[in-house]
């Protein structure tokens, strides 16, 4: 019960420091700075993650699994199923991720591995 209260908090000061990004990020598109504009957007992009793999951790995305979730790319942001397609093709590689979206990566890689060790190789055909 403790441990639940402790993440909720972690939510709340996530969604907090997102907040004041938001704000920043808000200014540097008024001032047309670039280079603000890309460190707030990475930053808001980090806690995004962050948030969505503590509620994910809280049980609140029932039967959403780690390749939904959204993780930010070099580029843009795409969905973890979405990112080790990229690294299984060549397109990006783990360095360019992120330290949080590395680590959503590879729990998603231990998923699809999961999931593909429970299904029998017949088991699509009835």
């Known amino acids: 019960m403790r441990a639940e209260k402790d993440v909720r908090l972690r939510i709340d000061l ?16 008024r001032d047309h700075n670039e280079a603000a504009f890309a460190e707030h957007s990475e930053r ?5 993650g962050r ?5 994910w951790v809280l049980g609140e995305k029932a039967g959403q699994s780690v390749l939904d979730l959204q993780v930010a790319g070099p580029r843009s942001s795409l969905s973890v199923k ?10 990006i ?4 991720l992120s330290p ?20 029998p190789a017949g088991a699509n055909s009835s």
Do not use: C, F, H, P
Request: proline share 0%.
């Open 93 to 96: 590689k783990m360095g360019d």
């Open 44 to 48: 808001l992009a980090t806690n995004r």
């Open 14 to 29: 996530l969604e907090g420091q997102s907040s004041s990004i938001a704000k920043m990020l808000a200014r540097a598109i």
């Open 51 to 55: 948030i969505e793999e503590l509620l």
């Open 82 to 91: 979405q990112a080790i397609e990229k690294l299984k093709t060549g397109e």
């Open 100 to 119: 949080d979206a590395q680590t959503m990566v590879r729990k998603g890689a231990l998923e699809m591995k999961k999931s593909e060790a429970r299904s």
